[in-house]
């Protein structure tokens, strides 16, 4: 008998001990068809900082409106379902110094976020805590301070944290998209550049649609942009600093460049040069302004992507006949295709993981977003749709974005473009929410890492 | 050339061409395989000098048509002595982007390099690629890619 209450003793102690420790976990390796439910409670703010903000920023409640930025980004992911606030049963000010978890376990949630805002010298300073619910014990606090226009931001931040506490790798939510806004005719589209914040918000232009623009990418810290501009009619690959908003012309070639990307150290831009019917990809040093010929094949090269350690250079050629992908050393040796399913292959783009190409793939009439190792093999199809090309990786390398169009009649009428979203795993395909058609997306790294 | 193989050519060229037109009927009547061979679109330099070239789906090859027109350019470009060119070369939308914009350069050099053969001067030509940039057609189908798919000579002064 003794011994029975014993083992019952050890039983329960077990479950007990498995339950403290059983920390939540997302794994993001796999399509997700149960997303996490967690609560994100509302920030609290005291009345004189809710009073403030609100003359700064016109918000109503700061605190109500950062964790909707919080509870949109979890949403999007796939991998978390934010609960319905109206559920909740704790104050946000008391959940935030001791959360009841039975109550929070009551409506299934099994983390909860809950968080501070106050207006310390002029300033957005917010503090926010993880918990896990089922474990009843905090697993992550942190706070900062920012200028309080950056209060979208501080939304992201903290979804970033999150993210990263709960499946283990680091979010992709304070970053940038840049892209070509459309608008107007097929025959004559108007097209501008344009930067928004990842969640579709904080829409800037660029450009003014003066001259045809192609391609944004940001370099490695996000301030510079290389894009393809036909001004003057001259198609070549421009410069732009976001900040000052100065543009110059990269190089001094007598013909067109385009297909312009930065090398993963931001020293170099690497671009296509097309001459007497002949397209070769080359570099350029942004400091000693020195030019390099990488291929030189009477082919076209083009759609040039580094691997992140900078060694090697994937791109799109069609020296066998056909568009394929093909890798080489940076220096333009070792040349090997790496593309051999069925079809066309185009844009390339190394993963910032650098285990993995996206490219475009053209079968059958049909468009197709996917995936394959380095050496071509592994190859996985993530989308088909009518039209869609050039992905973009986020800079963890789980989400891609491109961008899609639709069909239309002669009088181009059903025309559209916009942005899409898709996980590594095929799952979670999202239309990005843009002001105008949109097109050519590129992904800032993370701004604050 | 024997008589004999004279007449085989003839009945070769003939039977050939039996086919392509019966190719051209059964498609749409204004293509030729995927060639865009009808007039809807062409704007002419002078009389009897269409300005534009069309291409087959990712090809660069001129058709034995736009050889005819690119003649027909030259010798026009030979009187006019005075007059420099841009070509504009395009592709369809049923392409990527970049690859595209390299396909247009090539497709405008190789009307500049047929010009050129027939005595137009480089430097009277320059060339620019629009890529799927500017459609003539806005339709998402074969006959209005194929309008697409071209190559137009442009008056620079």
């Known amino acids: 008998m003794r011994k029975f209450i014993f083992l019952i003793y050890v039983c329960l102690f077990v479950f007990n001990w498995g339950k403290a420790w059983s920390l939540i976990e997302v794994d993001i390796t796999r399509g997700n068809l149960n997303p996490l439910p967690l609560a994100v409670s509302p920030l609290s703010v005291d009345q004189n900082s ?17 964790s909707k930025v919080v509870e949109n980004n979890l949403r999007q992911s796939g991998l978390f379902n934010p609960l319905d606030p109206k559920a909740f049963l704790q104050k946000p000010d008391i959940a935030h110094v001791k959360p009841r978890f039975e109550d929070w376990a009551l409506i299934k949630a099994q983390a909860l976020i809950t968080g501070e805002v106050k207006i310390v010298d002029e300033k957005l300073r917010v503090e926010f805590r993880l918990w896990d619910v089922l474990a009843g014990k905090e697993i992550m606090a942190l706070a ?41 005719l097929k025959t004559s589209r108007i097209k501008k550049l344009a930067i928004m914040d990842q969640d579709g918000f904080n829409t800037k232009y660029l450009t003014l649609g003066n001259e045809l623009v192609l391609t944004p990418r940001f370099n490695p810290t996000n301030q510079m942009v290389t894009y393809l501009s036909y001004f003057k ?26 297909a312009p990307r930065f090398s993963p150290d931001g020293k170099k831009i690497i671009m296509s040069f097309a001459k007497d019917g002949n ?9 000693s302004r020195e030019v390099e010929k990488i291929t030189n094949h009477p082919s076209i090269d083009t759609s040039p992507s580094y691997s992140p350690d900078g060694k090697y250079i994937c791109f799109n050629s069609d020296r066998s006949g056909y568009q394929q992908i093909y890798v080489m050393r940076s220096d333009g040796s070792k040349v090997k295709r790496i593309s051999f399913g069925n079809g066309l292959y185009g844009t390339p783009v190394w993963s910032p993981r650098g285990d993995l190409i996206a490219f475009t ?10 995936v394959m190792r380095t050496d071509g093999t592994g190859e996985r199809l993530l989308t088909e749709n009518y039209y869609q090309e050039a992905p973009s990786w986020s800079p963890n390398g789980r989400v891609l974005i491109f961008y899609r169009e639709t069909k239309s009649d002669s009088a181009g009428k059903g025309f559209s473009a916009k942005l899409w979203s898709i996980d590594l795993t095929g799952y979670n395909e999202r239309m990005v929410k843009t002001e105008t058609d949109a097109s050519d997306p590129s992904w800032s790294s993370l701004l604050t890492d | ?84 060119v841009v070509l504009e070369g395009h592709a369809d939308e049923r392409g990527t982007r970049e690859y595209n914009l390299a396909l247009g350069e090539r497709r405008a050099n190789a009307a500049k390099d047929y010009l050129m053969t027939y005595g137009i001067s480089g430097n009277r030509i320059s060339v620019i690629s629009y890529g799927k940039e500017r459609p003539v057609d806005s339709g998402s189908n074969p006959l209005a890619w194929s309008k697409n798919r071209r190559s137009v000579t442009v008056k620079a002064n």
């Open chain 1, 50 to 66: 809710k009073d403030k903000f609100k003359d700064l920023l016109k918000l109503e409640d700061i605190g109500i409106e950062i």
């Open chain 1, 144 to 184: 900062f301070t920012t200028v309080s226009e950056n209060w979208r931001r501080v939304g992201h931040i903290i979804t970033d944290k999150v993210y990263q506490r709960l499946t283990g790798e680091k979010g992709y939510f304070d970053t940038r998209i840049i892209y070509v806004a459309e608008e107007g």
């Open chain 1, 233 to 258: 009619n001259l198609p070549r690959v421009y410069l732009l600093d976001i900040e000052t908003g100065i543009q110059e012309v990269v190089g001094d070639f007598p013909g067109m460049t385009f």
């Open chain 1, 279 to 287: 397209s070769d990809i080359y570099t350029m040093d942004l400091e």
């Open chain 1, 361 to 370: 793939k053209l079968h059958k009439g049909k468009f197709y977003i996917g």
């Open chain 2, 1 to 84: 050339m024997s008589l004999n193989k004279i007449f085989r050519n003839t009945l070769l060229v003939f039977f050939a061409s039996i086919l392509l037109s019966a190719c051209a009927v059964k498609t749409t009547g204004k293509m030729q395989g995927d060639v865009y061979t009808g007039k809807d679109t062409v704007e002419y330099l002078a009389s009897g000098v269409p300005d534009r070239v069309f291409f087959a789906t990712n090809e660069t090859v001129l058709t034995t048509a736009s050889r005819e027109t690119l003649r027909k350019q030259a010798s026009w470009l030979r009187k006019n002595s005075k007059i420099n």
